[in-house]
């Protein structure tokens, strides 16, 4: 405040200078002066009214923000059962309001003095001295006093926090004093939390690092709570409720995370973008729900005077934070994701280095946005990986262990394990990562299409570690081993050498049809070993098993990268079987794991499940048996087999009693015979195991049903292969058979290959892969519809000889029903089923020799196929081969459910033919029969099948294309040559044979009265 002087003089200069009256008069001045003054400093009467003071009052308001319904709107879905369902839902949005219960009235006093005193700050209601002096208000105060008390109140908080921090125990008070430091001085307490967490990725890495974590960080939290009421530093109350709080939120934590991990462990095995993008949101949701629940748990208060509270100060502080983290954490998995996209196939050393490179970029990216949201940048520059001390998996340890903070005030450091490592060895891995980038330019660049085909393959080649896989890399990068797609191709794979040292690798149906994520991989590198030249049986052999290693290690890398379900089950047990191996030192199921891969044929192939110890027959394409896992060869025959079959019931023997050459034996030889015979097998194969042999052995020696089992098998070989003897190139003239007795062999078959599936010795395979390339396809490619037999070479369409119709035959002169279509077919073409969920039925004829009778259901048209002529060999193994096919089944006569474009046999030359073509007769199950000759009104028969349009219109009908029959005809249908019509016509006008004409009529269209 300023001075006050009055302007009435009252010197006794001038007082001497006046009279009585002049003075009093003079005083009167000075006190109206005075009177002025006072009311100006200290307010009038009028200033210190009740009306005057409630201006002179300030109310401090606290404003926060809640939730406030305000309204409601309709969302609509669908129910289990289809229905739709409408459900009112509330609406809500965000509403400041102001909480009366922290409300402060402040009021100062009138004139200028009042307002120089002014009156006292107000705190916001959760200061925290560490923002300084001018932050912690939620009202400055005004005047001397708000100026004083801010002040005071400020170094009051601060002496409190000082002697708040004298008072700490010793493991919570900072190491040295770093008020002034650009270092921030660690406690014990936070080392020991830093030690713990170490400790828990030591003693039980991955998931159970958590609960590991968790738990040992609880314990070193009680001892401190112990410690922390023992000294007197807290109250038992205060105490417990800190330490209930932590067991809360770890609890939390342990629990959001079980919640979440079963979305987490499908999303780690979802590759693609698909995968990043559902790795980013889950774990963006898990952070976020996690941090929420924890500040909900933090937010609750308690003191003495007022027990338990809640600060919504605290809570909203800690949703923001977790926001934030989340939003981090994100932005760091969603970059280093996609980054990672770039590495598949990659493994070893090349992989680890790479995906370091992408996490530290990820890492960065994702202290961008924390500087963005913030203001602070986190490195961590120092990191426990550089101790080399390893987990229980023995993977290298790496927690960060010193914080860098780079903020717009410049810089700090801590001991700590957050922000992005940029460790001195996390950078040196991270540049050694540049390679697989170089790796993945070269493909790209590269003018070969297999690098741009097969780059998954090609990284796993080139970081294997191999010096043959490397070396296919090179190869195929240089153009000197080509790639070639054969979906024709019964195998999986095959290497030839073209003569000029280059190479050619043939991919056939089985890696076609390999839809899983590194099956081709495992195949490039097994391929890698081959040098596509007959090196002899020796040679074979040992080149054989040098791929099948190769392919297992390739395997084990990709495992070890990328998680064993990311190579499939059968791998998996390969994988396994070396590994176990390696730990055992026993090395009998690897080699007949490696001799199962030396194989020259298909035969029934023997396998054990090692699970469960079950022996089992594969399907595999011939009729004799491959026993290679009892070292016993691939090529026994049906009636070695039986032999064996009757050595088993040779008495009981306690121990194995028997060699390779004993199952060749009527049985009907001396236990001192066996035991010779079997001691020179052990001289001749010394490294051979006889564990499987004894095993499957003396199960044949202690079941019948598992003799008998096997004697399934070796009936429905001699029954396929009589019947394929006896109906194999018959023709009915050339080399007629009895019809009889080809339908009895028919029959038999049926009847071995029910045993065989009541047996329980057969194991089903995977479905092949169909080859459609040469197949006409009617409808679409979800719901196919086939003509039944491969287009020729050359063919554009199919060529027919006959179609539907009756022909006039001037050799026999008479009509000759043809109630099919014949198509041409090259001997030896495949003849498959035309739509989905085909039944099969195989039959035998003198007219239409060996024949598949069809039937299936297309676009709710129930149809019946007779495909006639096929030949025996092929089309009795094609149906062996369905039949042992999963997801086909069998009911004694008949298989179901074939896919459309099955191979069902091929075309033939049997039954009344006279070249190989394949005639196939089309019915409608719902043809309706007709009491009446005058409703008779069909079309052609063309347009009453499901292939009318195209066999109309689209199949080449011409002389040349029929099979040399030696009659004479026109081609055509009846109902397309009017001549025929009117020879039919003549003929039933003579004839008068009613019931012919109904035949005719009914069945192929006949209509020549009207």
Do not use: C
């Amino acid at each position: 405040m300023q001075p006050v002087s009055l302007r009435t003089d009252l010197s006794d200069t001038k007082l001497a200078q006046l009279e009585y009256s002049a003075i009093q008069a003079l005083i009167g001045q000075a006190q109206k002066e005075v009177q002025e003054a006072s009311e100006t400093i200290f307010g009038s009467e009028t200033d210190n009214s009740e009306e005057a003071k409630e201006k002179r009052t300030k109310i401090v308001k606290f404003f926060k923000t809640r939730k406030v319904q305000i309204g409601e709107r309709e969302v609509t879905s669908t129910d289990s059962d289809g229905n739709l369902v409408v459900t009112k839902v509330p609406v809500y949005k965000d509403e400041t309001y102001d909480d009366e219960n922290l409300r402060q009235t402040k009021t100062w006093s009138a004139g200028e003095f009042g307002s120089h005193i002014g009156y006292d700050p107000v705190l916001k209601e959760s200061p925290n001295i560490d923002d300084g002096l001018e932050q912690l208000w939620q009202d400055r105060g005004m005047g001397e006093l708000g100026r004083l008390m801010r002040s005071y109140i400020y170094w009051s908080m601060k002496e409190s926090q000082g002697w708040a921090s004298v008072n700490k125990p010793m493991w919570d008070k900072p190491a040295w004093d770093d008020r002034s430091s650009w270092f921030k001085a660690p406690t014990i307490r936070g080392i020991t939390d830093i030690g713990v967490t170490i400790a828990a990725s030591v003693m039980l890495p991955g998931a159970g690092s958590l609960l590991m974590n968790a738990a040992l960080n609880l314990a070193d939290d009680a001892v401190f709570t112990m410690l922390d009421v023992g000294g007197g530093y807290k109250s038992w109350e205060a105490a417990g409720l800190e330490f209930g709080k932590k067991a809360l939120s770890s609890a939390v934590n342990v629990g959001v995370g079980q919640v979440f991990s079963p979305a987490v462990t499908a999303l780690n095995s979802t590759p693609g973008v698909s995968g990043v993008i559902g790795r980013t949101m889950v774990g963006g949701m898990q952070s976020f729900t996690t941090s929420t629940a924890s500040s909900a748990i933090n937010a609750i208060t308690w003191d003495a005077e007022h027990g338990l509270g809640w600060s919504s100060d605290a809570f909203n502080a800690g949703v923001q934070g977790g926001l934030i983290s989340a939003a981090t954490g994100m932005t760091s998995s969603f970059t280093s994701g996609m980054l990672n996209l770039g590495l598949e196939g990659f493994v070893g050393s090349t992989y680890a280095n790479a995906a370091t490179l992408s996490n530290t970029i990820g890492s960065l990216a994702g202290q961008g946005v924390n500087y963005a949201l913030t203001g602070d940048f986190t490195l961590n520059v120092l990191n426990f990986g550089m101790f080399g001390i390893q987990d229980r998996n023995g993977n290298l340890v790496k927690n960060g262990l010193l914080e860098l903070h780079l903020g717009k005030n410049g810089a700090t450091m801590n001991v700590g394990m957050g922000g992005a490592d940029v460790s001195l060895g996390t950078v040196a891995q991270s540049i050694a990562g540049l390679d697989a980038w170089r790796v993945n330019a070269e493909l790209w660049t590269s003018k070969q299409d297999e690098a741009h085909k097969y780059t998954s393959g090609m990284r796993t080649l080139y970081s294997v570690g191999g010096a043959k896989e490397l070396a296919l890399y090179q190869e195929l990068l240089s153009g000197k081993t080509n790639i070639e797609e054969l979906a024709s191709g019964d195998y999986k794979a095959k290497t030839e050498a073209n003569g000029d040292g280059t190479k050619t690798i043939y991919l056939g149906q089985g890696s076609l049809a390999d839809g899983s994520r590194f099956g081709l991989n495992i195949l490039l590198a097994h391929e890698a070993y081959r040098n596509g030249i007959d090196d002899g049986v020796e040679g074979q052999r040992i080149e054989t098993q040098q791929a099948v290693l190769g392919h297992i290690g390739a395997a084990f890398a990709l495992a070890q990268t990328y998680g064993m379900g990311s190579i499939g089950e059968a791998m998996t047990g390969e994988v396994n079987t070396y590994l176990e191996a390696l730990k055992s030192n026993n090395y009998d199921a690897l080699g007949k794991l490696l001799a199962g891969y030396d194989s020259s044929g298909d035969y029934w192939r023997l396998v054990r499940d090692y699970r469960t110890g079950a022996f089992g027959f594969i399907e595999d394409g011939e009729l004799d048996f491959d026993l290679s896992i009892l070292g016993m060869g691939r090529d026994i025959s049906p009636e070695e087999m039986a032999k064996m079959v009757k050595a088993m019931e040779f008495a009981g023997l306690p121990k194995l009693e028997a060699s390779r050459d004993m199952v060749f034996q009527s049985g009907n030889i001396s236990k001192e015979e066996l035991m010779k015979q079997y001691d020179e097998f052990q001289k001749k194969n010394p490294h051979f195991s006889d564990r499987d042999f004894q095993a499957f052995f003396e199960g044949g020696t202690n079941s019948t049903s598992f003799r008998n089992g096997i004697l399934s098998f070796v009936g429905a070989s001699v029954a396929l292969e009589d019947a394929i003897t006896y109906i194999e190139g018959s023709n009915s003239k050339t080399n007629p058979i009895n019809e009889q007795k080809a339908q009895k062999l028919i029959a038999n078959v049926m009847s071995s290959l029910g045993d065989v599936q009541d047996s329980g010795l057969l194991i089903r395979k995977n479905a092949s892969a169909i080859n459609t390339s040469r197949l006409i396809n009617l409808g679409t490619k979800n719901n196919p519809l086939y003509v039944p037999v491969e287009l020729g070479a050359g063919q554009l369409v199919h060529e027919a000889s006959s179609l539907p119709g009756v022909r006039y035959l001037s050799n026999i002169e008479a009509f000759k029903n043809h109630p099919g279509i014949d198509l041409r077919g090259v001997g030896g073409k495949n003849v498959v089923v035309s739509a989905n969920s085909t039944n099969v039925t195989l039959a035998y004829n003198s007219v239409y020799g060996l024949m598949a009778n069809n039937s299936y259901t297309y676009n709710g048209t129930v149809a019946k196929d007779q495909l006639a002529h096929l030949k025996a060999s092929s089309t009795f193994m094609s149906f062996l081969k369905n039949f042992g096919t999963e997801g086909i089944t069998f009911d004694g006569q008949t298989l179901h459910g074939l896919t459309a474009g099955t191979i069902i046999g091929k075309v033939g030359n049997t039954g009344t033919s006279f070249g190989a073509h394949l005639d196939w007769n089309m019915y409608r199950a719902t043809l309706d029969e007709y009491n009446l000759l005058g409703k008779l009104k069909y079309a052609s028969p063309l347009e009453d099948t499901l292939f009318g349009d195209y066999l109309k219109h689209h199949i080449t009908t011409t002389v040349e294309a029929r099979y040399l029959s030696g009659l004479s005809g026109d081609p055509q249908t009846v109902l397309d040559n009017p001549s025929n019509r009117a020879s039919l016509k003549k003929y039933f006008d003579t004839t008068r044979d009613v019931a012919w004409f109904w035949k005719m009529s009914l069945k192929y269209g006949v209509e020549f009265y009207e």
